[in-house]
């Protein structure tokens, strides 16, 4: 069954801080793995995409990783601003263009 | 260059109600796709349409149904509504074959009462 994981389920840390949030998968075939952002209420917004063949990607202060062969991805954030407070979702496209979607980690970024 | 946008933002309705959400995709986009977010869930597939063909369907009743118009425009719609389909619907679109461009809408809040 195509899944997707994602630790912890909520976070909460210092401005300033930075945290890394954990995601495991078991879709296959895979195509791609993306990192969205979603504000509370709002659709989700793009951070980062990888294909199976990258292993690393940054946007900004957002740095994803992904270990294709552990079917494991990271989404890293460096010092955190108040604004980072979201849920980040992770999402694998399967085959078809079909996306499976992980339960989203909620970070609180606190003063 | 306008993303893609839905109508309603908020909703109400009541038990046993009809309700027709909307979607119109980022100029140039011809796939669509419709999601359920229930409040604290990542968000469920519904349907999926490309060149106004239905290409995919998620583990939703019947009582779902969407179109997508030859300007790749898209209604969804829900009859019979339940209390259960209070969520935020998201609307995503894509330029289609390949699928590494998709882009969300803000979503419909539908609160059914």
């Known amino acids: 069954k195509n899944q997707v994981e994602q630790s912890p389920q909520s976070l909460i840390i210092l401005e300033g801080k930075n945290c890394t949030l954990q995601c495991n998968y078991t879709v296959s075939p895979f195509s791609n793995l993306r990192w969205y952002k979603q504000d509370t209420g709002r659709g989700p917004v793009s951070l980062t995409i990888?294909?199976?063949?990258?292993n690393t990607k940054s946007n900004g202060r957002y740095t994803a990783t992904l270990d294709a062969d552990t079917k494991q991805s990271s989404l890293h954030i460096t010092a955190s601003q108040l604004s980072d407070s979201a849920s980040y979702i992770c999402?694998?496209?399967?085959?078809?263009?079909?996306?499976?979607f992980g339960q989203g980690t909620e970070l609180s970024v606190k003063p | 260059d306008a993303g893609v946008t839905q109508s309603p933002t908020h909703l109400i309705k009541t038990r046993g109600q009809q309700v027709t959400l909307r979607c119109s995709p980022i100029?140039?986009?011809?796939?669509v796709s419709w999601y359920q977010q229930v409040l604290g869930q990542g968000p469920q597939f519904i349907f999926q349409?490309?060149?106004?063909?239905?290409?995919g369907r998620g583990n939703f009743p019947d009582r779902f149904s969407a179109r997508q118009f030859p300007n790749y425009s898209s209604e969804l719609n829900v009859n019979a509504l339940l209390l259960g389909d209070s969520a935020l619907y998201l609307c995503?679109?894509?330029?289609?074959?390949?699928?590494?461009?998709?882009?969300f809408g803000s979503g419909t809040r539908l609160t059914v009462v």
């Open positions: 999402v694998v496209s399967a085959e078809g263009g079909k996306l499976i």
């Open positions: 100029s140039g986009h011809k796939s």
């Open positions: 995503a679109s894509r330029t289609g074959g390949r699928d590494d461009g998709y882009t």
């Open positions: 990888m294909t199976f063949s990258e």
């Open positions: 349409y490309y060149e106004k063909e239905e290409r």
